[in-house]
């Protein structure tokens, strides 16, 4: 659960994470993190405690996904998780599989 | 915002130009190099030379001809010198650009000078010089933002591109949106695994068929290659940067377009119909998805980048972002606007206001670095081999 939730002062270096729509239940590292991360979701700033290393770019969970269900970034389901994903948590290729099937024409 | 204006160019007929240099238009790979050494002699025109112009036929050859009659029309032209090699020809796009733009067109070609390259130039620089010299008396003025048409592309991109600039690409597509302008993305096979998302936002069923169709049609013209669209896509350096999935990957490129709804689904080069968003139909090469927009008549581009990709469109300004910080300040003198403050801190709403003035400023007369270094070009898409 959130530590705490304050409102953003745009000063610099205020988040280590990022959502890019409200209903996202990942959030991007902005750097390489670890331990407490601080994400900012709209104008908002809540605290999140990892479970794992997480690399620049990469995403992880907001709460608990359960297997089976979306992943929801942009707004938008991008995959859906493979396992159940923990709060903090790393979610990427190891735990996610994309809904895109093949393109028709292809076997 | 309806208020807000930049310092443009009225053109007879169209949108307003943002920049206001005689163009040298070679209609045909055989007087490329006159139209070199024409533009040579005319410092500050834009050359713009096709390599082909014969032996196209059927799809191919339409195309080459709406680039040409798009470009020739450019409102950021003040006017058009057209360099050919047939009358015929040459005669029939000037009349095309002119039904189109009403622009001051000037024809020469190698039939009024029984094939003389070198007299060729000299009648073109001669002429191309009175040209040049008479819209120089032309002035800026107040011009509705409304008059806007911005091509938005991406290259290079890396993880800061899904995440801050094409967001904020998106954010600046939302207010010129909402000011009366419009805007354009293209590269069809990135929206593939986003494309049902894009369907959504159609203004209508017939664009949302029309998203979807383009995609499933150039899935169809790679499958016919034997290649596999989605086999390591994302590839390698995305899964290492934190792409996921196709869908992510896409998501991330479309977010440049904004979030309003899609107007229509432009055939390559062709001009939209209305203000507001569009999409257009054509290849993920920047040099040639440019020249579709440029041809359509976008006068000013947003191009975001990652680690850096040095390309910009010749005839309109292209304004070009990273997030990387890494490649801003490495590339100091090449990106034109840092985004690198999404990820201090800085908030989107603010960042992206700031671009959209940067956009007012360009758009007024600013230098962007493409056009100091003349880091640019405009490249012919084919659509068929020569015969």
Not at chain 1, 23 to 49: F, H, K, M, P
Not at chain 2, 272 to 298: K, N, R, W
Request: hydrophobic share 45%; net charge negative; with cysteine.
């Amino acid at each position: 659960m959130p530590a705490s939730d304050q409102p953003d002062g745009g000063s610099k270096s205020s988040r280590d994470a990022i959502t890019l729509a409200p209903t996202d239940n990942v959030a991007v590292a902005l750097r390489d993190l670890d331990g407490e991360v601080r994400v900012a979701a709209g104008t908002q700033i809540r605290s999140l405690r990892l479970i794992s290393l997480i690399p620049m770019g990469h995403k992880f969970a907001l709460c608990a996904i359960g297997c089976g269900k979306p992943i929801m970034k942009y707004g938008e389901c991008i995959g859906v998780a493979t396992v159940d994903i923990e709060q903090g948590e790393h979610v990427h290729v190891h735990n996610i599989k994309s809904m895109r099937g093949k393109p028709r024409g292809l076997g | 915002m309806n208020a807000m204006t930049f310092l443009g160019f009225p053109r007879a007929k169209g949108r307003a130009g943002i920049r206001n240099a005689l163009l040298v238009l070679g209609i045909n790979g055989l007087v490329a190099p006159s139209a070199r050494r024409i533009a040579r002699n005319l410092p500050g025109c834009y050359l713009v030379a096709t390599p082909y112009g014969r032996g196209q036929l059927g799809l191919d050859k339409d195309m080459h001809t709406a680039q040409l009659v798009g470009l020739g029309s450019h409102p950021n032209a003040g006017a058009t010198l057209i360099v050919g090699a047939d009358r015929p020809t040459a005669e029939s796009v000037a009349d095309a650009i002119v039904a189109r733009s009403d622009k001051e067109v000037a024809v020469l070609t190698l039939d009024d000078v029984h094939e003389d390259a070198l007299l060729l130039a000299e009648r073109s620089i001669r002429v191309g010089g009175a040209l040049a010299r008479s819209i120089s008396a032309r002035r800026r003025c107040p011009v509705s933002v409304s008059e806007l048409f911005v091509g938005i592309e991406c290259g290079h991109s890396d993880a800061t591109s899904g995440i801050a600039s094409n967001p904020l690409a998106g954010a600046v597509a939302d207010r010129l949106v909402d000011c009366g302008a419009s805007v354009v993305i293209g590269e069809t096979l990135e929206w593939l695994g986003a494309e049902h998302v894009l369907a959504r936002r159609a203004a209508d069923a017939t664009v949302s068929a029309g998203i979807v169709e383009a995609v499933e049609q150039r899935e169809r013209s790679v499958a016919a290659t034997g290649v596999d669209l989605l086999y390591n896509n994302p590839g390698y350096e995305n899964v290492r940067g934190g792409l996921s999935s196709i869908e992510e990957k896409s998501l991330g490129a479309v977010a440049k377009a904004g979030s309003r709804p899609i107007r229509s689904v432009l055939r390559f080069a062709a001009p939209p119909a209305c203000s507001g968003l569009h999409v257009m139909d054509g290849p993920g090469f920047s040099p040639e998805s440019l020249t579709g927009f440029a041809a359509a008549g976008a006068q000013l581009m947003l191009f975001t980048t990652g680690a850096g990709n040095s390309f910009c469109s010749l005839l309109a300004p292209t304004i070009k972002i990273s997030a990387n910080r890494a490649a801003v300040q490495a590339l100091i003198d090449q990106i034109d606007f840092d985004a690198s403050a999404l990820l201090d801190g800085e908030g989107p709403s603010e960042l992206a206001d700031r671009l959209l003035a940067r956009v007012v400023d360009t758009a007024s007369g600013t230098l962007t670095w493409g056009e100091v270094l003349a880091e640019s070009d405009e490249c012919f898409a084919r659509f068929g081999g020569s015969f």
